[in-house]
């Protein structure tokens, strides 16, 4: 999108800004609890002609910039939030990727 003056917006500002880093967060669920959704991608899969689809698992992704300088900083400040609020650690597991 073409912006005419000086008014960007907020992700663009953060975009521009030399010391914002990308914290990418992958949430799944963890080996032995039953995956609802995945068993009914996989069922679905199956339906529509695919049956060598086999053990389909469904998480997500959550992404996030981060003001940061220090790639090992802002992993840990991550995994703090991973911890306390992005994933139930009881039953899932995560990936920080940080860029």
Not at 3 to 22: H, I, N, Q, T, Y
Not at 63 to 78: G, H, P
Request: net charge neutral; aromatic share 6%; proline share 3%.
């Amino acid at each position: 999108m073409l912006r005419m003056g000086p008014s960007l917006s907020l992700w663009e500002r953060v975009a521009k800004r030399s010391d914002a880093m990308k914290a990418t967060v992958h949430v799944f669920l963890k080996p032995g609890v039953l995956d609802v959704q995945g068993k009914a991608v996989e069922n679905a899969l199956h339906g529509l002609g695919w049956p060598s689809v086999k053990d389909a698992r469904v998480g997500r992704v959550i992404e996030f910039d981060l003001d940061a300088t220090d790639a090992e900083a802002a992993k840990a400040e991550v995994k703090s939030m991973c911890e306390k609020l992005l994933a139930n650690t009881v039953i899932e597991s995560y990936r920080i990727d940080i860029a």
